[in-house]
């Protein structure tokens, strides 16, 4: 995990709440991800990002937003948490656009 | 539909009994293949990546190999310490898609 850190790494929130959700990197890597980890589901890519202010959308982004307004930091933002995101959520960085060549920590968000 | 499957599920070992597991694809034109170990409460750490059939990756006791349609993760003579979700992920060579199995969860028993 050295070089990538997550905050925080856990938090309870309520339906219908915003969260916000910080992935730092000082490795200087291009490539950032978000991902979300459930059981029977495997990982699953929420946005990335190919550089400052550039992102996209992946498998699952509906009910997330990103913004990535300098290199090391890329926000994954619930504008209205729902129960069905909570989740382990994965940052990673890579400087090539593979599969996240290295993985955060992990934040595990319970939404009530 | 199934991008990635990976199996068994779930793999017990004796000490020193070497083993296989799978990971299967039918995403079309593969830009690469990865393989992550992951331990409870952590995120993945990265093992290999593989990008054209035949190709063969090692590391200590693992040896990773690739063929069309899938991989195989080779664990020989595990130990204890080898005890962890080992996750397989495929990349298309179209679009930024990645698609990652479920995991193979192996317990290594001395």
């Known amino acids: 995990d050295a070089g990538i850190t997550q905050s925080p790494r856990h938090k309870v929130t309520e339906t219908g709440t915003p969260v916000t959700l910080r992935c730092h990197q000082t490795e200087n890597h291009r490539y950032m991800y978000w991902y979300r980890q459930d059981p029977g589901h495997g990982l699953r890519l929420i946005h990335y990002?190919?550089?400052?202010?550039?992102?996209d959308k992946g498998e699952v982004s509906d009910g997330y937003s990103v913004s990535r307004s300098k290199t090391e930091d890329f926000l994954l933002t619930l504008e209205s948490a729902t129960s069905s995101q909570t989740s382990v959520y994965f940052c990673a960085i890579s400087e090539e656009g593979g599969a996240g060549g290295d993985f955060g920590p992990g934040t595990r968000l319970t939404v009530l | 539909e199934d991008q990635v499957t990976q199996s068994p599920e779930a793999l017990r070992l004796q000490e020193g009994e070497s083993s296989s597991l799978n990971c299967s694809y039918t995403v079309s034109g593969l830009r690469g293949l990865f393989w992550y170990r992951q331990d409870p409460g952590k995120g993945p750490e990265f093992l290999f990546t593989l990008y054209s059939a035949g190709e063969e990756k090692e590391k200590e006791r693992l040896k990773a190999t690739l063929t069309k349609k899938e991989s195989f993760l080779h664990i020989t003579a595990p130990k204890p310490e080898d005890s962890a979700t080992y996750l397989c992920?495929?990349?298309?060579?179209?679009?930024?898609?990645?698609?990652f199995g479920t995991g193979t969860s192996l317990t290594v028993i001395p």
């Open positions: 990002s190919y550089g400052v202010k550039d992102t």
């Open positions: 992920a495929v990349r298309q060579n179209t679009g930024n898609q990645f698609y």
